[in-house]
């Protein structure tokens, strides 16, 4: 049987490790997809597991687009624009995320 409140309690964490990442320069969000992968089996068969797909495919998106923009940067300033897209994505996936998790519903 799935433990929903400590499914629950480890998305909080990683909710708070990707916030933390914007006062740490992004290496939270390393820590937060690793404790994703790695505890994910505890959310499997609950709610709350949509989370834990939502918080992956975060860090994953957002390494991308952070790829991206740092590629394109010399590009007349195009990367700057494009890294300013990401950061306020990734701004409304913690915020949405976050939002429904304390609803108690899946995203």
Not at 29 to 55: E, M, P
Not at 85 to 107: D, F, Q, S, T
Request: net charge positive; no cysteine.
């Amino acid at each position: 049987m799935a433990n929903e409140q400590g499914a629950r309690n480890l998305a909080i964490l990683v909710y708070s490790l990707q916030t933390a990442a914007f006062f740490t320069g992004g290496l939270t969000l390393l820590a937060a997809v690793i404790v994703n992968y790695l505890k994910r089996d505890v959310a499997i068969g609950t709610w709350v597991d949509s989370h834990f797909a939502w918080q992956i495919s975060t860090f994953w998106w957002n390494l991308l687009g952070t790829i991206v923009g740092t590629g394109t940067v010399f590009i007349l300033g195009l990367g700057y624009v494009v890294l300013a897209v990401v950061w306020l994505w990734l701004i409304y996936r913690i915020a949405k995320g976050w939002l429904r998790l304390i609803a108690n519903e899946a995203i």
